[in-house]
């Protein structure tokens, strides 16, 4: 009995190893299997990194003036270096000494004029004055006609007489008005000329002087060397509102478009500052420079000018940013069938199959539609990872 019972023990002892032996390998063996699990990566769908311009701060607008030589010398300068001016502010006037001598020379032939105009009004009053003589001695020589008797053959001949001068005065009386008319015409013709003379002359000396005025308001900057040297500017005229001068490569220009939201960081502080794209050259800057240049070595550079919301020191150097709305996923995390291309997105542990359009572009993947920005995608799926799987994933 003593026997039995020991081998039972050892049975029941061995049986006992036997269980804990197969519950370590069923243990290890399950540790093995779960730790062959894939683990799958993901990314947050972000736009991609802004373009980032170099800009430098300009006067929004700038005019230069330069000397007329046609107009004559600078006389008079009627504000200083440096002066804020508005609108319409006169700045300097010429003289012209050619058009000054002859204006005076056409004010001595004026005089002439006006002699012969006196000469003419005293010829017609002279005129009219003996033709008020004649027109009395014609009234007096028919009181006499009428009066005169006519009873003897001398009164009749004395009648026929008085007739006689009444007819001669009748006839100088018309030649007289014809005198008149002719004086009364060389008045008319002399006013006439007075008048244009007059007119010349005032049309002369307006061109003695010229004034030139300002057609915007801003701070005026005068160049002394521009008053004798016709190839530099004699007055800058610089306006007060800025706006931002940066360059684009032919590679990011059709990035680009006019009312555009920028970001504007001067390079000097930490300061960011909105504004919006006013104007994108259509011709490149360098487009006539370098004739000697190959098209293949070449690369062709755009100004584009950027309104800033806040005015910044002139000259100030700037970097623009300019944000994309563009997301790009890697190749490796995008499936294609025959039918369409996909991805999986990780969204609530599971991976979840999600239909996508794609176009290619220099090698890299753009997304048209299926995805947006704060979505998980996960970047390298396999051949076991299907729709609503729960998987394990690490960023």
Do not use: W
Request: charged share 25%.
């Amino acid at each position: 009995m003593v026997y039995l019972k020991n081998k039972l023990h050892v049975i029941i002892i061995s049986l006992i190893i036997i269980a804990v032996i197969g519950s370590l390998l069923f243990y290890a063996f399950t540790k093995k299997e779960n730790s062959i699990k894939p683990i799958y990566e993901i990314a947050t769908i972000e736009y991609i990194d802004p373009l980032i311009f170099s800009g430098i701060v300009q006067a929004e607008n700038i005019k230069e003036i330069f000397i007329n030589e046609s107009l004559g010398n600078v006389c008079s300068i009627s504000i200083t270096d440096g002066q804020e001016i508005s609108e319409g502010t006169l700045l300097f006037t010429y003289q012209n000494d050619t058009v000054k001598d002859q204006a005076d020379g056409e004010e001595q032939s004026l005089s002439k004029l006006v002699l012969a105009v006196d000469i003419a009004q005293q010829n017609l009053s002279l005129a009219i004055e003996k033709q008020d003589s004649l027109n009395s001695e014609l009234t007096e020589a028919i009181n006499k006609y009428n009066n005169q008797k006519t009873d003897t053959p001398e009164d009749e001949a004395k009648k026929s007489e008085l007739k006689s001068i009444v007819d001669q005065l009748e006839d100088s009386i018309e030649t007289q008005k014809g005198v008149i008319i002719q004086n009364q015409q060389n008045l008319d013709s002399a006013n006439l000329e007075l008048s244009n003379a007059n007119t010349t002359v005032a049309k002369t000396k307006e061109k003695i002087t010229t004034t030139v005025t300002s057609d915007m308001s801003g701070i005026a900057y005068i160049n002394m060397k521009g008053k004798t040297d016709p190839s530099q500017p004699f007055i800058t005229l610089v306006s007060p509102q800025t706006v931002i001068d940066a360059t684009v490569s032919e590679y990011d220009y059709h990035r680009l478009f006019k009312e555009q939201k920028v970001i504007v960081k001067p390079i000097t502080s930490n300061e960011q500052i909105s504004g919006n794209i006013k104007l994108i050259e259509k011709l490149p800057k360098n487009n006539f420079e370098s004739s000697n240049a190959t098209s293949s070595n070449q690369i062709s550079n755009y100004n584009f000018i950027i309104k800033p919301d806040k005015q910044l020191q002139f000259g100030l150097s700037v970097d623009v940013l300019v944000n994309i709305e563009e997301i790009r996923i890697s190749k490796t995390a995008v499936i294609e069938s025959e039918k369409e291309k996909f991805v999986f997105l990780y969204k609530d542990s599971k991976a979840v199959k999600t239909s996508i359009s794609l176009k290619e572009e220099n090698g890299v993947y753009i997304v048209l539609d299926g995805v947006s920005v704060g979505d998980n995608i996960i970047t390298n799926p396999d051949e076991h990872i299907k729709d609503g799987l729960v998987v394990e994933v690490k960023k």
